[in-house]
């Protein structure tokens, strides 16, 4: 999901599905606060099997979603995504991605994450939490915040903390990788490779002017 579907949504649109059900949304909700997102994710496995291989089970957001797509429409939500497929683009688009080695970009990632910490990010956690945010809350969860709130509220030594950081950014970012892989019709580049760039959107205006494509 986020910026990677947003982008492939906005190409590829998504499946046709009724609007979200008040009733059925509320009483999954009430289900969740009773059982927990643990139990709602294998009632999913169980009616949907693909679904929840694909969702992760503490997004209790997309869980429940998935299994009111059931509720509301007979199908799972699952059988819908294989049926729209992404495959009719809703524009004449240019998709261009940026790629790099995996260890170069390893590499920048935990230096990413060092500069977060010495710009302040810890300080920004523990200022949220004396404001009185629920540490459970889905902002709260995201990547670096919950990091830090496990190392302030003792679950993380440092160095712990830190390595765990680290390790889920890079993962996070092989996975937003793996995504857009799948999305067809993207020019894969490498940061140096600028001229490619402008020739591919050249290129691209030129055909759609009714120009010719440069040489």
């Known amino acids: 999901g986020g910026t990677g579907l947003y982008i492939k949504s906005l ?55 998935a299994l009111e797509v059931i509720e509301t429409t007979g199908r799972p939500i699952s059988e819908h995504h294989k049926a729209h497929g992404f495959q009719r683009p809703r524009y004449n688009a240019l998709a261009i991605g940026l790629t790099r080695p995996r260890e170069v970009l390893n590499d920048r990632i935990n230096q990413r994450v060092d500069q977060m910490i010495s710009q302040g990010l810890m300080d920004e956690v523990r200022c949220l939490l004396a404001q009185g945010l629920d540490p459970t809350l889905k902002s709260m969860q995201s990547l670096g915040y919950r990091h830090m709130v496990d190392f302030i509220q003792g679950r993380l030594a440092w160095q712990e903390a830190l390595r ?52």
């Open 164 to 215: 765990t950081l680290k390790r889920d950014h890079r993962r996070y970012a092989k996975r937003q990788y793996t995504w857009f892989k799948a999305v067809p019709g993207i020019h894969w580049i490498t940061p140096a490779q600028i001229e490619a760039a402008v020739h591919l959107v050249a290129d691209f205006l030129g055909m759609n002017n009714g120009s010719k494509p440069t040489q």
């Open 11 to 65: 190409l590829y649109g998504l499946f046709e599905s009724r609007p979200s059900d008040p009733v059925v949304r509320q009483r999954l909700k009430s289900q969740l606060a009773r059982q927990g997102a643990g139990a709602m994710h294998d009632l999913l496995r169980k009616r949907d099997v693909r679904a929840a291989e694909r969702i992760h089970p503490n997004d209790s957001f997309r869980v429940l979603r």
